[in-house]
């Protein structure tokens, strides 16, 4: 029985195509195992996150200069005033209007 897988193994080693896929076959039963592939397939996977996220961070970081250029214009910073806090400069005019009570026919029971 001994003899007959040694004769079995060495006709199987004398075809170099049959060698190389049965390497193949132990190198990557070898990576499942050792758990090399997964690890490499999840470096993989965040580096695409990552570099994702540095773009993302890119085109912030671009529109974070536009808006510090604009903030130093002292007419954008007068209108993000007026806009944001409402705010006015001297000579505009201004309307209040006050809330409007409920009108007598209404209070009444």
């Given at each position: 029985?001994?003899?007959?897988?040694?004769?079995g193994?060495?006709?199987?080693?004398?075809?170099?195509?049959?060698?190389?896929?049965?390497?193949?076959?132990?190198?990557?039963?070898?990576?499942?195992?050792?758990?090399?592939?997964?690890?490499?397939?999840?470096?993989?996977?965040d580096?695409?996150?990552?570099?994702?996220?540095?773009?993302?961070?890119k085109?912030?970081?671009?529109?974070?200069?536009?808006?510090?250029?604009?903030?130093?214009?002292?007419?954008?910073?007068?209108?993000?005033?007026?806009?944001?806090?409402?705010?006015?400069?001297?000579?505009?005019?201004?309307?209040v209007?006050?809330?409007e009570?409920?009108s007598?026919?209404?209070?009444?029971?």
């Amino acid at each position: 029985m001994l003899i007959g897988f040694f004769r079995g193994l060495n006709q199987l080693l004398q075809t170099p195509q049959k060698v190389m896929l049965i390497c193949l076959g132990l190198l990557v039963l070898n990576g499942v195992i050792d758990g090399s592939l997964f690890r490499l397939w999840s470096l993989h996977r965040d580096n695409v996150s990552i570099r994702e996220k540095v773009a993302v961070l890119k085109d912030k970081n671009e529109e974070m200069k536009v808006r510090l250029k604009k903030a130093k214009d002292p007419a954008f910073l007068e209108r993000e005033a007026r806009d944001r806090f409402d705010l006015v400069s001297e000579g505009d005019l201004v309307f209040v209007f006050s809330e409007e009570e409920d009108s007598p026919a209404e209070s009444t029971p």
